[in-house]
């Protein structure tokens, strides 16, 4: 599928390059904030105050919200849980900017759940990372991703994020990933800085 997010950035590649020559005036308007998950004292949902945070960023001119992801400690959360998140979210948002919803979890099959009821609601894309826990190959890191997109058939952005999960999606396998129709990005927290720049400048003349 055309990869609707190109425009948050417009010509820019955002590598350790870019963001070093742009000012903070040029690059306002491309924030997506993660989002935190308010609770109430018992642990549920705190529905009204969820409300109001996604009102408040997007107000403030942010470009878009991910929520159910790592800083909203989604991992601790039911499906349930999770999908009211992006019930309440997309009924919020009223497309005043992007709306990304994580999907990560060690259960492939929830995350397929996870990602068609998302979508299904009026999220615009999913981010999801590795499962934890076991030792995966390169191949079995590919066929994981490969399977989610092939299923769930939406945008999704892959999430690198080592420190949590303990692995790192090789960038020969995100190269190759970045080629299906339904993964259109990624977000990468791995602190490597080399990785970092071999990452940005992979895809710095691809314009999709």
């Known amino acids: 599928m055309p990869n609707p997010f ?8 955002l590598t350790p390059e870019t963001t070093q ?6 690059l306002e308007g491309i924030s997506i904030v993660p989002m935190l998950t308010p609770v109430t004292e018992k642990g549920a949902l705190d529905e009204a105050a969820f409300r109001r945070l996604v ?4 107000n403030g001119g942010c470009r878009g919200i991910l929520i159910s992801a790592t800083v909203g400690e989604a991992v601790s959360m039911s499906s349930r849980m999770r999908i009211r998140m992006a019930e309440i979210a997309a009924d919020a948002h ?15 099959q929830e995350s397929i759940v996870l990602g068609k009821a998302a ?13 934890t826990y076991y030792s995966i190959t390169e191949p079995e890191i590919e066929e994981w991703f ?5 299923q769930i058939k939406a945008p999704l952005f892959l999430d ?7 692995h790192s999606i090789p960038l020969a396998a995100v190269k190759r990933l970045s080629r299906h129709p339904n993964i259109v990005g990624i977000k990468d927290v791995d602190a ?6 071999r990452l940005g400048r992979m895809f710095l003349k691809r314009k999709d």
């Open 94 to 108: 009223d497309g005043r900017g992007y709306l990304f919803f994580g999907i990560g979890a060690d259960s492939q």
């Open 55 to 58: 009102n408040h960023i997007l």
């Open 192 to 197: 490597n800085e080399g990785r970092q720049m």
């Open 119 to 131: 979508y299904r609601v009026g999220v615009d894309a999913l981010f999801t990372h590795l499962p």
């Open 146 to 150: 490969v399977e989610l997109a092939n």
């Open 160 to 166: 690198n994020a080592p420190l949590t999960t303990g």
């Open 6 to 13: 190109t425009e948050l950035l417009g010509d820019y590649m």
């Open 21 to 26: 020559a742009l000012s903070r005036a040029a």
